[in-house]
């Protein structure tokens, strides 16, 4: 087992009606004034901001709105952010959404906390020395941002999508009531189950030496999903349904599953240049390529294949032939994407008739212009991400 | 799933040579001065101590020292800890040890933040109003207090061992060198093999409605402990079975396991007499009693015993007799306890002849004198500890 540190702060506050506790968490942590930053119109309409507003008021914290998040955040509102988080002298950022809202909520926290442009920390151009505490109540279970320490953000300026990840942004509190997801359009919510299998997939294929314990307790998380995310296909209103994927959501991206091991998340880097291209749902973007990812890499570990087969996907083994027992477990991924109405490849994902040009250029913006190679499993370079973009197509 | 709060803030620090970062990690959160606690004489023999001194002095941290700590850790030198902390002016408490070594540090650290007598907290007279900060570096896989928020003290006068659970308490940072365990008697190795195994089971027979995602965890946490604690009888220098199981010693007793269900805990109950008693290593007490414990209850929730056969020690089910299936898996888990060489009686245990006196006594001290009942998946009263102690003579 490789050296790791694990830290994971966020206190984390799950159940129903926990939303009302936010202002008292705020007031408790010793914070004045907060900044609301939530998405769209449905926080508002369901009544939500109205409940979390409620709350800071009765704890006496003070607080300004700032809406329109959308998914793939972007830099540009981010910036907006940041001034008037300072221009009100804002001391705590509280966001409200899923993953695009907490993910902006952390870019406004650096860019108050740190001189010269935010973006730059994005680029890697520089380190982040501090951030301001964030706070948040979780409305989607995908990203995982309510406890990990990562926020992607898309610079406006030509759909470069990059992410900055630094223990020091990990949320203060992350309030986790599942009812809160129960009216998500059910593409969100699949494309959130995608996203949480992802975040353990990603860690689970590595080159480092098994840890038993780990391999078990991501195979938790994938079973789990895997169990839980039909239910919701026939009653988005399943309580226990919803709470089991919110709570997986933050188990698969805090840490945990990458501990005594390096993740790969070559799968991620892949995706993100169609998101940021193509402004699709992140989740959704995933499971079209993933497919592809693994046919191209599973010779580099056969044993790891077919382990994932039998143990997630429920595969007998296929003594005599490990790898069609290895196939047949991404085989079976795959139907379990479509049984969730999930695309399976970029076209399935709306994204027709990819040109040479457009794949060039997201291989060209993937492998940053060839400075970069992407993934630990199998290290990819520009050729492989475009055979593979080519066989997800 | 019930609504839960899950707050695990130590930063964990795993892996090879890690114990020379402990100075630099006291020096980053800001203290000056730590009373380094440890137990016994091999502390000091490895050279232990001589690292983690040099690696205080090295990061600027002042230091004095306090060892003798002893299993089922006495109120009488937590006292003398918070005179010599006190007196020291001493800011942070460095616990170089096992289990008992930070669960007497983290009562040193509530006695000198809270005024009055420190045991009225372990009475539950009183509850803290601050703890100081505690880290350790630890030497034994089996308590789980490095990352929990549990202390276990015993009172000389009279061995009433008493715990005291607060988050204030749990550790800034865990230090785990899987190598420190190298050397630790097979006995030791193995008892806290079992208190890690038992810290999830106490969890798992529950009465609260089965959460999939926990109960898998759980699962495989005490798949991962049955596998690699045999390796340990073979070669008790075998990196990563020792690493397998310290941090799931850590991983099941941080919470985790816990979330959105309710612990039972009466077998730790039935334990705590046994060794404030007799002074038994903690996790022996809790092989000794298990069994005798599951077959008293397992009537009340016998699909839930079938599974736990099932699913961790591997028993087949009989759909035409869960019961037969339930009672396997009771009995496949006292054979596992056996092959690692732990009791499974409490004469087994060393504790011969256990008189009607004795038992009256560890019933009336267990039962708070009839004042309280304890578990949670059955309430157990005098009558029925009295049953359970008898069965596992």
């Known amino acids: ?47 939500l901001i109205d409940r979390v507003v409620a709350s800071l008021d009765a704890a006496g914290i003070a607080h300004v709105g700032l809406g329109g998040v959308k998914p793939n955040p972007r830099l540009a509102l981010v910036r907006e952010g940041i001034a008037l988080a300072k221009r009100e002298k804002v001391d705590f ?68 999508k990059r992410s900055y990840n630094d223990d020091i942004a990990r949320p203060k509190f992350a309030i ?65 349904a919803r709470a089991e994927i919110m709570w997986a959501g933050s188990l698969s991206h805090n840490g945990l599953t990458g501990t005594g091991r390096t993740g790969d998340f070559a799968s991620h880097q892949l995706e993100h240049e169609l998101s940021g291209m193509f402004d ?29 087969a039998v143990r997630v996907m429920g595969v007998e083994m296929n003594y005599f032939n490990p790898e069609e027992t290895a196939l047949r477990g991404i085989e079976k991924i795959e ?20 040109t040479e040009k457009q794949l060039d250029e997201m291989v060209e913006k993937c492998s940053w212009n060839g400075a970069r190679q992407i993934g630990q499993f199998v290290k990819l370079d520009r050729t492989d991400m475009r055979k593979i973009y080519q066989m997800a197509k």
Not at 296 to 307: G, N, P, T
Request: hydrophobic residues 40%; contains cysteine; charged residues 20%.
């Open 1 to 47: 087992m490789i050296n790791f540190v694990f830290y994971a702060p966020t206190k984390v506050i799950f159940g129903k009606d926990t939303e009302s506790q936010a202002g008292a968490e705020i007031k408790a942590l010793g914070y004045k004034k907060a900044l609301i930053h939530y998405g769209g119109a449905s926080a508002m309409k369901s009544g």
């Open 93 to 160: 950022l509280l966001a409200v959404g899923g993953g695009s809202v907490i993910d902006s909520a952390k870019a406004i926290a650096y860019g108050i906390t740190n001189d010269g442009d935010v973006w730059d920390l994005y680029l890697a151009k520089k380190k982040a020395v501090a951030c301001a505490p964030v706070g948040c109540v979780l409305t989607i279970a995908a990203a995982g941002s309510e406890t990990s320490n990562s926020s992607v953000i898309t610079n406006d300026d030509g759909g470069h």
């Open 176 to 240: 986790m009531n599942p009812e809160l997801t129960f009216t998500l359009p059910e593409y969100q919510t699949m494309s959130g189950a995608v996203d949480i299998l992802m975040h353990t997939l990603e860690r689970y294929f590595t080159n480092d030496k098994q840890v038993e314990l780990i391999d078990r307790m991501s195979e938790s998380l994938m079973l789990t999903v895997i169990e839980n995310a039909p239910k919701l296909l026939k009653n988005p209103r399943d309580y226990d």
């Open 280 to 308: 699709v749902a992140h989740g959704a973007g995933l499971s079209a390529v993933w497919g592809s990812w693994a046919r191209y890499v599973y010779k580099h570990d056969i044993a790891r294949f077919a382990q994932f």
């Open 335 to 354: 139907n379990f994407f479509r049984s969730i109405k999930m695309p399976v490849s970029i076209s399935e994902l709306g994204v027709k008739d990819l």
